[in-house]
């Protein structure tokens, strides 16, 4: 059963009515352009056909009762008073989002009982996080009639996720959420916010294989690689890593290695994955897929060594996806890093191999079984 369904059930189990409102926000694959987002930079993401569902109904009064239905819990809080962080942590990116847009419209004091129901893998790299922060912006904008954009929706969710749960993220996984567009990928310049939709090929698959190696981005190492790129930034004199070009970079970072190596090593990653990410928009405009592997194989390496992100499961299943595709397509893993998901791409005949030589050495080589995804690209936030 679907998250739009199963929220649907479980709240007319719940709650003994049907749902009048239902909203949906997708999860997200970042086909390349890791960590660029807070460095002002470029991302290539697509929303995916798995996310999060929350239907409600109105309440008389000014109570939001909550109901979790695939961890069977309950959260309830008042827009009377002050919404406050609480221990459990799905609870929080509800409630931050609650609350910044109270701060926005103090007038927002409409009640709901909610169901949340959603299939993106959590700790996966795929953005459980930011779909249910969407879905939530999205259901109350709909609930109190508020004139709020899906940028709006998406900025709101990122401030959620930084102040009230303390993961200092970028925007891309609020705005692909909350802007995907189906059959295509979207790169998302986060500092203006312009976006360039870009189609994928018919003749592409986009497979998500998760390692389930667990990640906690909160416990500190990506706000450190975050500190370390602001380092790297102030070195330059620029707002930005984005601002530094290549060339500014392969000039004056000699000075920067020899002081702080290790923000170096960051600026060097970030730098490279912006342009990076403009020649992957050209490649996949021109069907030149065998270009983005390479391109998408030169971003998995710059995360291994100069980022440091990721971690020996994650290199061998891009390792076994790569010899899998070849020059047909491409692997590198997605998302935060310490963990999580690759993504591959290459055409459908290719889905079955890929899938086959994960399946014959993965486990055995690491005692873990990992879950393997054929996604679409799909439409963002969206009224059911």
Same mark, same amino acid.
């Given at each position: 059963m679907n998250p739009i369904q199963q929220s649907r059930q479980v709240f007319l189990e719940y709650f003994a009515v049907k749902p009048t409102l239902q909203v949906y926000a997708p999860g997200r694959v970042n086909l390349i352009g890791e960590h660029t987002d807070y460095n002002d930079g470029f991302v290539m993401p697509c929303a995916i056909n798995y996310?999060? &569902?929350?239907?409600?109904?109105?309440? &008389?009064?000014?109570?939001?009762?909550?109901?979790?239905?695939?961890?069977?819990?309950?959260?309830?809080? &008042?827009?009377?008073? =002050?919404? /406050?962080?609480?221990?459990? /942590?799905w609870c929080n990116y509800i409630r931050g989002v609650v609350h910044f847009i109270q701060q926005a419209y103090p007038e927002f004091k409409q009640g709901a009982n909610l169901v949340v129901s959603g299939n993106v893998p959590q700790s996966s790299g795929l953005s459980s996080s930011a779909a249910l922060e969407v879905a939530t912006g999205k259901f109350c904008q709909q609930l109190g009639l508020l004139p709020l954009t899906n940028t709006d929706i998406a900025l709101i969710g990122q401030k959620a996720e930084n102040i009230f749960v303390g993961c200092q993220c970028g925007n891309m996984d609020q705005l692909i959420s909350a802007l995907g567009q189906e059959h295509h990928a979207l790169m998302i310049d986060c500092r203006s916010l312009d976006t360039v939709p870009t189609p994928i090929p018919d003749n592409l698959a986009i497979m998500i294989i998760n390692s389930h190696v667990k990640h906690d981005l909160v416990d500190g190492e990506y706000n450190t690689r975050r500190q370390q790129c602001e380092q790297a930034a102030a070195f330059f004199g620029v707002k930005a890593l984005r601002d530094v070009t290549l060339e500014q970079f392969e000039t004056k970072g000699f000075e920067l290695k020899a002081t702080n190596p290790l923000a170096y090593k960051?600026?060097?990653?970030?730098?490279? =994955?912006?342009?990076?990410?403009?020649?992957a928009v050209e490649a996949l405009k021109h069907n030149n897929i065998s270009y983005l592997g390479e391109l998408m194989a030169q971003s998995h390496n710059s995360m291994r060594d100069d980022f440091q992100i990721t971690v020996p499961e994650i290199d061998y299943l891009v390792e076994l996806a790569q010899v899998a595709i070849g020059k047909t397509?491409?692997?590198?893993?997605?998302?935060?890093g310490f963990g999580g998901c690759i993504v591959a791409i290459a055409p459908h005949d290719r889905v079955d191999v890929v899938r086959k030589m994960i399946a014959d050495n993965y486990e055995k080589q690491t005692g873990l079984k990992e879950d393997f995804y054929v996604c679409t690209a799909s439409q963002g936030v969206h009224v059911c």
């Open positions: 996310g999060t &569902s929350i239907c409600g109904n109105p309440r &008389s009064d000014h109570q939001f009762h909550l109901f979790a239905a695939d961890l069977n819990e309950m959260d309830q809080f &008042s827009l009377l008073e =002050e919404i /406050k962080p609480v221990e459990r /942590k960051r600026a060097k990653h970030i730098v490279t =994955e912006n342009q990076r990410v403009l020649e397509g491409g692997a590198r893993m997605t998302g935060g």
